[in-house]
């Protein structure tokens, strides 16, 4: 329980890192016509919302934003746009344009990526905005755009100085709030089965313990070794295969190294697992141990990820996705460690080694697929991240459990039959 309460605030610290200052505010919202952007959304003229992106049908196309700011000063703009020409225009009053942003060519221009991006404005503009209370901003397509035209996920605005009209820090509170939820979920996965289990089989803690520090070195060998390895084997392959095959060979070569070195990092113990008298619920402790610590230290590298971004306009409606989906991911992640972990202890106690084989090739297996989906350029994760869980994935921790139970009745049986033996011995 103590570690559950040091590692929150450690993400509580982090939250108030990024959170602006007392007198800092910022609005964003996702620009895909529902009620956030129609609140602030003045004119729209040759636009529509098409996969909850708005986007420009035309050359003469412009959307209006305007934005009460109150006795608040305007610091920044942000946005995120696809790569085409546009303007971004600001006005004191509707009437009076001038121009703040002017993409007017682009080297590579790919209108399907998304860039995030961010302007000031000039003393005399911020002062004008100041004494009007009031920020008007028009996107509009600029040059010959031939079918390609502007689509914009999100806009916002940060302003300072005293508070600011209610919209500002409402919007303000729950999106930094949003952010590292996600992040803290993750934690929690990791350590409230750690809890369940201290709690409900008083498992002591050097098995836990045990589990994280097999995870920290395995997987810090895994990543020294790839680092010097992964890109001569990726050229190589490439060599010799056609593009294809070599991709598929590249994908096997990553899960093995999981095999590898997550399964082979017990073998240097084999002689203090074997002096020890092993329980089901031991060697799922281990297992639980392996997948917790890799659980909290994900989830506190994705709390600082967020916080090192700078942008944080148009992430409410990503952290909602990757809300449920980021738990559920280090859940499935639990359920392939603990199983794997438990059939190399089996293995090596009882001296079958075909279970230190499955485990090998399970493992190996469920990597070679995380390739598939992280390296494979389809984009899986971000497109379809719960066909990926529960179809790519999820046979994985389905099989991981029932592995489980099949180990837990083996291993039962193993102990009904120690027993009177060592009972007809003792007599």
């Keep these: 329980m103590l570690g559950l309460v040091v590692l929150w605030l450690v993400m509580t610290l982090l939250e108030r890192h990024v959170t602006l200052p007392p007198d800092h505010y910022q609005l964003s919202f996702v620009c895909n016509g529902q009620t956030d952007e129609e609140r602030f959304l003045v004119e729209q003229a040759d636009t529509i919302v098409e996969d909850g992106l708005r986007r420009f049908t035309s050359a003469n196309g412009f959307v209006t934003y305007k934005i009460a700011i109150g006795d608040c000063e305007l610091e920044r703009a942000f946005w995120a746009i696809n790569q085409v020409e546009f303007r971004l225009e600001f006005s004191r009053d509707g009437k009076e344009w001038s121009t703040i942003v002017h993409i007017s060519e682009l080297a590579q221009r790919e209108p399907e990526k998304f860039s995030n991006q961010s302007c000031g404005l000039l003393p005399e503009k911020k002062k004008a905005a100041s004494e009007a209370k009031v920020a008007y901003y028009r996107f509009r397509p600029s040059g010959e755009l031939g079918d390609s035209y502007p689509v ?94 070599a991709d598929l060979a590249f994908w ?38 392996f997948g917790a610590v890799e659980a909290i230290t994900l989830g506190i590298g994705m709390a600082i990820a967020t ?34 972990v438990v059939m190399i202890i089996y293995a090596l106690t009882q001296r079958k080694w075909g279970w230190f084989v499955a485990s090998f090739l399970y493992k190996s297996g469920v990597d070679a697929v995380a390739s598939f989906v992280f390296l494979s350029g389809a984009d899986l994760m971000k497109t379809h991240p719960w066909f990926v869980e529960l179809c790519l994935f999820g046979p994985f921790a389905y099989a991981g459990l029932c592995i489980l139970l099949v180990l837990r009745r083996l291993w039962n049986k193993k102990d009904d039959i120690q027993a009177p033996a060592q009972i007809s011995s003792a007599d």
């Excluded at 005293?162 to 303000?172: L, R």
């Excluded at 098995?207 to 990543?223: D, E, N, T, Y």
């Excluded at 997550?262 to 697992?273: R, S």
């Design 307 to 340: 916080t090192m971004k700078s942008n944080v306009s148009g992430e409410l409606n990503q952290a909602v996705v990757i809300l449920w989906h980021a738990p559920v991911e280090r859940l499935v992640a639990m359920a392939v460690h603990a199983a794997s």
């Design 152 to 245: 914009i996920k999100h806009f916002g605005l940060q302003v300072s100085g005293p508070i600011p009209p209610e919209h500002f820090h409402k919007f303000s509170v729950w999106r930094k709030f949003m952010r590292l939820l996600p992040a803290r979920l993750m934690v929690l996965v990791g350590l409230v089965p750690v809890i369940i289990l201290r709690r409900c089989w008083k498992t002591p803690w050097r098995l836990f313990g045990l589990g994280a520090v097999l995870w920290i070195v395995s997987v810090a060998a895994k990543l020294g070794f790839a680092l010097l390895a992964n890109k001569p084997v990726g050229k190589a392959l490439h060599a010799i295969l056609p593009t294809f095959p």
């Design 252 to 289: 096997l070569y990553i899960g093995l190294l999981t095999g590898i070195f997550e399964c082979g990092i017990f073998l240097l113990l084999i002689k203090y697992i074997r002096r020890r008298q092993w329980t089901w619920k031991d060697a799922t402790s281990v297992g639980v141990g």
